[in-house]
């Protein structure tokens, strides 16, 4: 790896122009992934953070749970029949806190389950981000749908829906903002294969939250921005490299008179290529982390350390590919006529 070492020295510029493109590339993938997984929780965490387990709507519903009511008597078989199973309810809607000011929220309710917030009649306990919005725990608020009035009783963390806060409310007061009688869904937790029900239909969290339409868009759509960023970085690679390649076509020729192998060439465009890599990962790493200390209050950026090495492995994987792809002339190369047409 000597002769490659000597290459980076030789011809810094070329090799901290390659770097600074590769640092760019997957400091901005890093950011919208962030960006993506912070949107995925702001748009479904209410059903992200529940445990796996199956989702049943009402199969004439055209996988629109809006559009789905499940049978009392259904309903009533199936959380018997199932430990745990909660039947519930999700609306947009929207409140008025004691200043009349108005917040759009997304209504919960549910029977009894360890999934779902507990709530009596005329209580609501809300999302966090309505606390920084000014509402506190006593406060009253209300609906224009609604005869009576909630009070706050407290706040739970990352309780989002559709871009929402969730408000968690008594089942009889949703009933009466929303004049219904039937529940939406029906979650059956820690179900790994869903047990048929007559005229429901079943769907695991993730098929569930492909069913609703903002979520589906918007997350097909940042990641095929992300995937397209990461098939330009081995584009990069593929380029940058074949040019190196074609400009020392002489240098490999005599490399190979001399008795080096090949793979031996490929070992030194193989170090190359990590090298570069590993240190703009580094710092796209360690600035899109950082990103997530400085970003503007409410802004939905969430960038893991899983996501951040599965990124990173995929980079390294797709700049082997690219580097190794460009060095196939490699092989080609004819060490006598190599020579006679002189290095470049």
Request: proline share 2%.
């Amino acid at each position: 790896m000597n002769i490659a070492w000597k290459e980076i020295k030789k011809n810094k510029t070329k090799f901290i122009i390659l770097g600074s493109i590769i640092f760019l590339v997957s400091f901005l993938t890093f950011i919208i992934s962030g960006l993506s997984n912070g949107l995925s929780q702001d748009n479904a965490a209410l059903i992200k953070d529940l445990p796996d387990g199956q989702f049943y709507m009402n199969a004439d519903a055209n996988e629109t749970y809006n559009l789905s009511r499940i049978d009392e008597s259904v309903q009533t078989t199936v959380l018997n029949e199932q430990k745990d199973a909660a039947a519930l309810s999700i609306q947009m809607g929207f409140i008025n806190d004691m200043d009349d000011k108005q917040y759009s929220i997304a209504f919960v309710t549910s029977t009894d389950s360890k999934s779902f917030e507990s709530v009596g009649k005329g209580e609501v306990i809300l999302d966090r981000s309505l606390e920084d919005e000014g509402i506190k725990v006593g406060d009253i608020l209300t609906n224009n749908q609604f005869s009576g009035e909630f009070k706050v009783m407290g706040f739970v963390e990352q309780k989002k829906y559709s871009h929402a806060p969730v408000a968690f409310i008594n089942m009889e007061n949703y009933k009466e903002i929303y004049r219904v009688n039937e529940m939406q869904l029906i979650f059956v937790p820690g179900t790994e294969q869903a047990p048929v029900v007559t005229g429901l239909q079943s769907f695991s969290n993730k098929e569930f939250l492909n069913t609703i339409p903002s979520y589906s868009a918007e997350q097909m759509s940042l990641n095929m921005i992300i995937w397209f960023l990461v098939a330009i970085s081995g584009m990069l690679f593929a380029i940058f490299f074949y040019m190196m390649n074609v400009q020392k076509i002489g240098l490999y020729g005599i490399l190979k008179a001399l008795g080096v192998k090949t793979s031996r060439l490929f070992g030194m465009m193989w170090y190359q290529m990590i090298f570069i890599t590993v240190i703009a990962l580094g710092l796209s790493v360690t600035l899109s982390q950082g990103f997530s200390l400085i970003a503007p209050q409410g802004m939905p950026f969430s960038l893991t350390l899983e996501t951040t090495v599965q990124l990173s492995v995929v980079f390294l994987i797709i700049g082997f590919i690219g580097a190794t792809l460009s060095g196939l002339q490699i092989k080609k190369v004819e060490p006598l006529q190599a020579i006679q047409q002189g290095e470049v």
